[in-house]
């Protein structure tokens, strides 16, 4: 009876957003910067999007640039590969959304988030308009949707061949820096192939 309501609870918290899964990220090089600091996971931000809180150490003013790497979520990529993108730790913050899902939290954007995109359809009264760009040498279709005239989100799929990723980027008031910001990452949006 305890090991059902243990595996229930676990279940909950997952769902829930409470306990952030375990993600990949590591430094793209070495440098004579210490790693950064974790934020305990504690302070994920609400579903409301409360910005992340401060590091409990200083960040330096020069570019922290770290990892992110996971499996893209269309069937289309190779098996085993997974996508890599690159991000300013002082600039972003790993986070989970609110589904539970690993994301990207901008440390002075309130509510802007990047995450990957999972299908979970169009919002009831939303419309949505497409058209493609160009990022870091890789043509990603970008969907635009909009409720009651406003900009809600914008999801970007894209791939190398390799890999045929998406991801969405939310955010609050500031809709273009969040935008930039999360467009900055995407550029820099690889694959590693499966290891055999």
Known sequence: MCARLLIASLIVSICCGCVAPAASIQPASPSPTPPPTLLPTGTLPSASGTPLPPTRTPRPATPVIETWSGLPVFVESQPGARFSLEFDSNRWGRVADTFGFPALAHRHLPSCQFGTLVGRGLPAGASATQSFR???????????????????????????????????????????????????????????PAVP
């Open 134 to 192: 160009n990022l870091g040498g890789i043509r990603f279709e970008v969907i635009r949707v909009s409720e009651g005239g406003a900009l809600r989100y914008v999801n970007y799929i894209g791939g190398d061949g390799v890999i045929l990723a998406g991801f969405r980027v939310s955010f609050g008031e500031q809709v273009e820096p969040c935008i930039g910001e999360a467009e900055t990452i995407l550029s820099t949006l690889r694959s590693n």
